[in-house]
């Protein structure tokens, strides 16, 4: 089973070509992930607290029609965080409003389930306190017990107050990563101005076994330890947002391994990589061609998209 956690939350997206009218979206990176995996037919539980409010109930009414496993979701009085989208063109900015919001004060759940193969972690989650301290006890726990653990930073400039600081407990959680996956945006943000191949080949070093790198129009890529390269191009599709676009992928390229019973990445070849980013990439490629975070099922997940 694979295990997401992180916040959950609503994005007000711009209902026409003005921010006069906003629609509310259901999201949150870790949120979609689960979405993701789920829908594509991989054991899936969410990890996170999540309020009691009408977007709340909201949130776990679609996890739990999406196929998700909520046992391990906690519930509270606070707020769900919002983020307020702005579109430039089809890519996505955002405001978040996360101030005493319910998915911060999640409590270490203590060991999850013996199901459990993959944790998957990344966003607000591993950003915003006191929340950001549990679910790194929870990333170092579950690898220490050999659970394949993956990280996608998703970085949000605007809320990390001290970014050097941030890059240090990056580089603390990596020898408990084994997958690291991230946008070439975010790459080059936690590289601090350094180059970002010689970054990512520093990260592998510290222990992630792959880096699988997201480069918008020009496709995905894989860096393993072992110093092979893959990658597939975008699969193309007339794009109407891209919110929700690198959740996907992580959510898709997880149900990938788990539906091929893949614990270890190093048994992985360049053949199996391709086919990997190939099928996240299709999945990637049906949630920007509809509006928000609305990853595909395994149904839509046909050779052609």
């Not at 992180?6 to 006069?20: H, I, K, N, R, Y």
């Not at 520093?202 to 995905?220: F, H, I, K, M, Y």
Request: negative net charge; glycine residues 10%; proline residues 6%.
């Amino acid at each position: 089973m694979i295990v997401s956690g992180g916040e959950a939350l609503v994005d007000l997206v711009p209902a026409g070509s003005t921010m006069e009218l906003l629609a509310p979206r259901l999201g949150g990176g870790p949120y979609n992930v689960a979405l993701a995996a789920a829908r594509l037919g991989a054991p899936t539980a969410f990890l996170s607290r999540i309020s009691t409010d009408r977007f709340g109930q909201a949130l776990l009414d679609r996890l739990r029609e999406s196929g998700v496993d909520t046992s391990l979701i906690q519930r509270g009085s606070e707020p769900t965080t919002l983020a307020v989208v702005a579109l430039d063109g089809a890519n996505a900015r955002y405001s978040f409003y996360t101030e005493g919001t319910a998915d911060r004060f999640v409590v270490d759940p203590g060991p999850l389930p013996e199901s459990t193969t993959v944790l998957s972690l990344g966003t607000l989650g591993m950003v915003l306190q006191p929340g950001a301290e549990v679910y790194e006890t929870v990333l170092r726990r579950e690898a220490g017990r050999g659970v394949l653990t993956a990280l996608d930073p998703n970085i949000r400039a605007d809320l990390i107050v001290e970014p050097n600081a941030y890059r240090a407990r990056f580089s603390s959680w990596l020898p408990h990563v084994r997958l690291l996956k991230m946008s070439l945006q975010d790459a080059e943000w936690l590289a601090g101005g350094a180059d970002v191949t010689a970054a990512v080949r520093g990260w592998l070093d510290s222990g992630p076994q792959a880096v699988v790198l997201t480069r918008g129009d020009e496709g995905l890529s894989v860096l393993t330890a072992r110093g092979e390269v893959a990658g597939v191009p975008t699969v193309l599709v007339d794009v109407v947002d891209t919110i929700g676009a690198g959740d996907t992928v992580q959510g898709a390229l997880l149900a990938w391994l788990v539906r091929r019973e893949v614990t270890d990445l190093a048994s992985l070849d360049t053949a199996d990589w391709r086919a990997a980013l190939g099928f996240a990439a299709r999945a990637a490629a049906h949630t920007v061609s509809r509006s928000g975070a609305e990853p595909p099922t395994a149904e839509e997940m046909s050779p052609g998209v």
